[in-house]
C-alpha cells in the first residue's frame, strides 16, 4: 500500500502543486490520479519514487517512509511508464526491457530470458526483441514501456499518463491489455490521467484532483459517477454522466425474447414487425421488417452478463429496430433485448 | 590545357624521383612524421575536451569555460599562437607546436561534446532516472551513446583542423608534409609544392574515411537510424 500523509509540495519559485494530499493506495488495486492540466498530477506520483521531494507531510509505501531510500535503490523496485515511453534508442528492444534486471546485476542470459518473456506479455511479437525503438510504432513502444516497468517483477506500477499520444484506437486496446495484465499480475498500481473516462474505466478507485493540489474525491467509478462530492467534480465528470454510470450496470438480468429469431429463408409470416434473421448456425444476418420485405436492417449485438447495459443500449441505438442483439461467446444469438426489456432495466438502475 | 599538363608534370616528378621515397626528407618519414604531430595533439585534446565537456554538458556547471573556449578558438589567429610559442619556449622539441595544436582542437570537441550531452532529449534523462540509474550510469550508459555522433564530430572538425595547422607548423622549422610545401617556394621547386599539396590532400581524405569507420563501428544503429524501418 502506498500512502499519502499530508504531503505538500512546493517548488522554488513559490508555486504549491500538492497541498496537503492524504490518500491511499490499496495493494493490488490500480488507483487513478485524475484532474485537469497542472492539478499536480505528475507531481503527485514522482514524489512516489523521489523524482520529486515532498516538501512536507509523508509518502510511505507499506508503511516505510520512502524519504529514507536512497533514491536509485527506491526506483529499481518501482516499475516506471512515462508517456513518450522514453525507451533508450540505442539499446535494441530485448535490452531496454532488460534494464533494471541488468542494473540490479542478474545473469544477462536470464535477464534476455525475462524479456523475451515480458514481450509477449504485453502482446508484441517476439520478433520485435532485435529492433531499434525508432523502427516501432507509438503503441508498440508504449507496450515496450510498460514490459520494462514490469521487467523486476516490482510490486508496484507508476503510470504517468502512459497512453496519451497514441490515437484512440490503440489507447483502448493499450488500456485493454492493462486490464489483462493486471488480472493475471495484482500490482499496486497509481496511474496518472486528464481523461475521466481514461479513469473511470482502469480505476478501482479513482482520486480527482483539483488545481492547486488538493484532493476533491476518491471513490470507486460507481460512487464516483453517481455520488459526486461537488460541483468541481460534477462538471469534471461531464454531461453524460447518467450514461457513463451504465458502465457499471450489469446485463445479467435483462430480459431476453427468443421467439424474435427466424433462420434465413424462413422469415415473413407473423405479426411482429421486426424479426431477426440469423444463418444456419445462429449467427445475426440482420433485421427484417414487414414493412421492406427482402431487405436486411443493420443490428448491434452485446454478450449479456460480459457487456454491461451501456453496450446493449448502444446495440439497440444501432438499429433502426431499437433492439439489441444478445449473443454468446462465440457470437451466435441467445436472444433479443426489446426496447421494453432495455427501458424495464434502465428504470431498476436509475432507482438503485 | 598547359597547366594541367605541368601539374601532372610536376606530380610525375614527384612522385617519381628514387630520393623523394627514402632518407628523413623521404615520403614515408614525413607522412609518418604528419601523422605523428596531428595523432598526439588530437588524442591530447580529445583526453582534455571529451571528460571536460561530459562533466560541464552532464552537471551544467562550468559551462562558462565552454563559452570562452568557444570564442577563443575564433578569436586566436592559428599561425600567430604557433610562432609566439616558438618564440616563448624554443624550437629544440616538438613542444612548442603541439601545446599551440593542442589549444586550437579542444574547442570543437568540447564545444559539441557539451552540446550533443546537453541536447539530449530530457524525458529520455529523466526515464533513465526514473529505472533507477545513477547519476554516472545515466552519463556513460545512456548520455555518451546518444550523443556519441556529435561528440565524433566534434573529434572530426579538430582532427581536419589539426591535419591542416600541422602543414602551417613547418614554418616553424617542424617536419610533416609543410615541408614539401614551405620549402618548395623557398627554392622555386614547383614539382615539391604540388606534390606536397597533394599528399595532403590524401592525407586529409584518409583522416575523413577513419572517422567515417569510426562513426559507423562505434554509433548504435539505433540512433543513427541507418537501418531500414521494417
Ligand atoms: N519544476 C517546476 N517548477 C515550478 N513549478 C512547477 C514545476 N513542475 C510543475 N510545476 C507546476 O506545478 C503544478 C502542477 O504540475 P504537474 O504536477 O505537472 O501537473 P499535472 O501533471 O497535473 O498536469 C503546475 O502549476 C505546474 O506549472
Ligand atoms: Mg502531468
Redesign the pocket.
Same mark, same amino acid.
Not at chain 1, 492540466?37 to 503527485?44: A, D, E, F, R, Y
Given at each position: 500500500m502506498i500512502t499519502f500523509d499530508a504531503v505538500t509540495k512546493r517548488?522554488?519559485?513559490g508555486?504549491v502543486?500538492v497541498d496537503r494530499l492524504s490518500l491511499e493506495a490499496p495493494t493490488g488495486e490500480i488507483t487513478v490520479l485524475v =484532474?485537469p492540466?497542472?492539478?499536480?498530477?505528475?507531481?503527485?506520483l514522482r514524489m512516489i519514487n523521489r523524482m520529486i521531494d515532498a516538501s512536507e507531510g509523508r509518502i510511505l509505501l507499506d508503511g516505510e517512509p520512502v524519504q529514507g531510500i536512497d533514491p536509485p535503490t527506491l526506483r529499481r523496485g518501482i516499475g516506471y511508464v512515462i508517456q513518450q515511453a522514453g525507451l533508450f534508442p540505442h539499446r535494441k528492444i530485448v535490452d531496454n526491457i532488460a534494464t533494471v534486471p541488468y542494473l540490479l546485476g542478474w545473469d544477462k542470459k536470464k535477464a534476455r530470458v525475462r524479456a523475451m518473456e515480458l514481450l509477449e506479455r504485453v502482446g508484441l511479437d517476439p520478433a520485435l526483441a532485435g529492433r531499434y525503438p525508432f523502427q516501432l510504432s507509438g503503441g508498440q513502444q508504449q507496450r515496450v514501456g510498460v514490459a520494462r516497468a514490469l521487467a523486476a517483477d516490482p510490486p508496484v506500477l507508476l503510470m504517468d499518463e502512459p497512453f496519451s499520444a497514441v490515437d484512440p484506437i490503440v489507447r483502448t486496446s493499450l488500456q485493454d491489455e492493462l486490464l489483462r495484465l493486471q488480472a493475471e499480475l495484482n500490482k499496486t498500481i497509481v496511474f496518472?490521467t486528464?481523461d475521466i473516462d481514461e479513469a473511470i474505466k482502469l480505476g478501482d478507485r479513482v482520486a480527482v484532483?483539483r488545481v492547486g =493540489?488538493t484532493l476533491a474525491q476518491v471513490a470507486d467509478p460507481k460512487t464516483l459517477l453517481s455520488e459526486p462530492a461537488d460541483d468541481f467534480v460534477r462538471e469534471f465528470l461531464g454531461h453524460d454522466r447518467g450514461i457513463r454510470r451504465l458502465q457499471f450496470v450489469s446485463t445479467e438480468g435483462l430480459r431476453l425474447r427468443t421467439d424474435l429469431t427466424v433462420e434465413e429463408g424462413a422469415e415473413r409470416g407473423t405479426s411482429e414487425s421486426w424479426q431477426l434473421v440469423v444463418d444456419a448456425e445462429g449467427r445475426p444476418l440482420g433485421w427484417a421488417s414487414g414493412a421492406r420485405p427482402g431487405e436486411l436492417e443493420p443490428y448491434g449485438t452485446f454478450v449479456p452478463g460480459r457487456d454491461s447495459m451501456r453496450s446493449a443500449l448502444d446495440a439497440a441505438l444501432l438499429s433502426p429496430s431499437g433492439c439489441a442483439v444478445a449473443v454468446d461467446e462465440q457470437g451466435k444469438v441467445v436472444g433479443v433485448a426489446t426496447r421494453e426489456a432495455l427501458d424495464q432495466a434502465l428504470a431498476e438502475a436509475a432507482d438503485g | 590545357m598547359g597547366w594541367l599538363s605541368a601539374f601532372f608534370s610536376w606530380l610525375g616528378e614527384f612522385f617519381g624521383s628514387p630520393e623523394n621515397w627514402s632518407g628523413p626528407g623521404g615520403i614515408p618519414m614525413r607522412l609518418l612524421e604528419h601523422l605523428e604531430f596531428s595523432a598526439l595533439a588530437l588524442v591530447l585534446a580529445a583526453l582534455i575536451a571529451v571528460p571536460l565537456g561530459l562533466v560541464i554538458g552532464h552537471t551544467g556547471r562550468g559551462e562558462v569555460i565552454v563559452v570562452v573556449s568557444a570564442n577563443l578558438a575564433r578569436a586566436l589567429p592559428t599561425l600567430g599562437l604557433l610562432v609566439m610559442f616558438v618564440l616563448l619556449l624554443g624550437a629544440a622539441s616538438i613542444w612548442p607546436v603541439i601545446i599551440p595544436l593542442v589549444l586550437l582542437s579542444v574547442p570543437p570537441i568540447l564545444v559539441n561534446t557539451y552540446e550533443g550531452i546537453k541536447g539530449v532529449d530530457p524525458e529520455l534523462r529523466d526515464a533513465a532516472y526514473g529505472m533507477g540509474l545513477r547519476g554516472g550510469q545515466v552519463l556513460l550508459r545512456v548520455l555518451v551513446p546518444v550523443a556519441l555522433p556529435l561528440i565524433l564530430l566534434g573529434c572530426r572538425l579538430s582532427a581536419i583542423q589539426v591535419v591542416a595547422t600541422t602543414t602551417v607548423a613547418a614554418y616553424t622549422g617542424l617536419g610533416g608534409l609543410g615541408r614539401y610545401v614551405i620549402d618548395g617556394f623557398a627554392t622555386k621547386d614547383y614539382a615539391s609544392v604540388v606534390g606536397g599539396s597533394v599528399l595532403i590532400v590524401l592525407f586529409a581524405l584518409v583522416v575523413q574515411i577513419l572517422f567515417t569507420l569510426a562513426q559507423r563501428v562505434t554509433v548504435s544503429p539505433g540512433v543513427s537510424q541507418r537501418l531500414k524501418v521494417r
Open positions: 517548488y522554488p519559485d508555486t502543486a =484532474g492540466s497542472g492539478c499536480g498530477k505528475t507531481t503527485s496518472v486528464h484532483l =493540489g | -
